[in-house]
């Protein structure tokens, strides 16, 4: 089997377009073929429907432990944006490489990738486990299934790194998100009888304002100074509802979402809003219309991600990428998943930069690529 370069690799992946809304299956088969080619087998754990799957594959000897590199094969879409040379083929345009995915987060598993004849021809101490997901950008629901299959047949590993972008900064922490769809239902009437009905514009109006307070609350603490916003957020991001200016609302819709710190627990956060909805709203909604009501659909949900920077893992990847320094991103990653699932102590650290992500023209610089795969040498051949 010949060789490939990261570059080359990074150029077959960006080729799948793999927006979260289709299937991945194309470029799970490009990576099982290429890995069987080295005479790795991977598994495929497939979701229900049959049209995504994750891909896990062990490198190395076998035995329990070992470390897990962890990147998801998704990208978001590009509907709608501006984009200079095609989304989905690698162009490489005053020394970077555009692409959909090229940093957000397809150049990690083409280095990794790339790693692979190395790792088969050295000599690992421990087992090397690829995991690639789909769905993360959606609200990483894809690597939950593989998560639970392998914690539910005993696979332990020691250790994981998630090779989201932070241009090669080791980070160990985000804060974790949950989104929610709420719809409040009242009643319907002619505004001339407007006492008589329930108006599902102003109850949720009444949300909205608790939901502010609680944001209020939230910025009172718990903090960490190592976030741009140091506290645990909450804010109401879509409303809609109503038809004209002489009806009483039956129905209004709102979204809202909250970024919390890992101490603090979205289930009690949410927990308050929906007492307030249940106790406070809905009784005096009922005075008026015996049917109303508000429901809550939580829309995505992943936990907080955090590890002690004095953790073996920690200073180990800092060796590996050649500094010392380490800190917390904004956005969220799969690693609070291997770590509260999977229980894996993990780190967040990968080539490219997330200000470039998501957005037309992403690119990635080809020395954040040699970065990455010298890193991932000293990492696990070192
Ligand atoms: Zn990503």
């Not at 150049?107 to 993360?136: C, I, M, N, Q, T």
Request: hydrophobic fraction near 40%; include cysteine.
């Amino acid at each position: 089997m010949t060789t490939s370069t990261t570059r080359e690799i990074l150029a077959d992946l960006v080729a799948f377009d793999t927006t979260s809304s289709r299937s991945n299956l194309p470029l799970i088969r490009y990576v099982r073929d290429y890995l069987a080619g080295f005479g790795i087998e991977a598994e495929i754990f497939a979701d229900d429907a049959g049209d995504k799957a994750n891909l896990w594959a062990t490198i190395g000897p076998p035995g329990p432990g070992g470390f897990i590199l962890s990147g998801h094969t998704d990208c978001v879409p590009v509907d709608g944006q501006a984009w200079t040379s095609p989304p989905f083929a690698l162009t490489e345009r005053d020394g970077r490489l555009y692409g959909r995915g090229s940093t957000d987060m397809k150049g990690f598993l083409a280095s990794v990738l790339a790693a692979v004849p190395a790792l088969v021809a050295g000599k690992l101490r421990e087992p090397v486990h690829l995991a690639f997901s789909y769905d993360e950008e959606v609200g990483c629901t894809g690597v939950r299934a593989m998560i639970a299959r392998l914690a539910g047949r005993g696979e332990k590993p020691a250790a994981c790194l998630v090779g989201e972008p932070t241009d090669m900064r080791v980070v160990v922490g985000h804060k974790g998100g949950r989104g929610y769809d709420c719809l409040v239902t009242g009643s319907e009437a002619h505004s001339s009888l407007a006492p008589r009905a329930a108006n599902a514009i102003e109850y949720a109006a009444e949300l909205v304002v608790f939901i502010r307070r609680l944001a209020a609350e939230l910025a009172l603490g718990p903090a960490d100074e190592e976030y741009d916003v140091v506290h645990s957020t909450i804010s109401t991001g879509r409303i809609r509802g109503g038809t004209a200016v002489n009806i009483v609302p039956r129905t209004c819709a709102l979204t809202f979402e909250f970024r919390n710190l890992a101490e603090v627990m979205p289930d009690a956060i949410f927990g308050r809003i929906a007492a307030y909805a249940e106790e406070e709203l809905v009784p005096a909604m009922r005075r008026q219309a015996p049917e109303a009501s508000i429901g809550f659909e939580m829309l995505y949900d992943y936990p907080a991600h955090g590890i002690d920077p004095a953790h073996p893992l920690v200073t180990r990847i800092k060796n590996a990428v050649g500094h010392n320094g380490h800190g917390k991103v904004a956005y969220g990653t799969e690693a609070g998943l291997f770590q509260r699932d999977f229980g894996v102590p993990t780190v967040v650290c990968g080539p490219g930069s997330i200000d470039v992500a998501h957005k037309p023209d992403e690119s990635i610089l080809p020395s954040q690529l040699d970065l990455c795969d010298a890193a991932l040498r000293r990492l696990l051949l070192g």
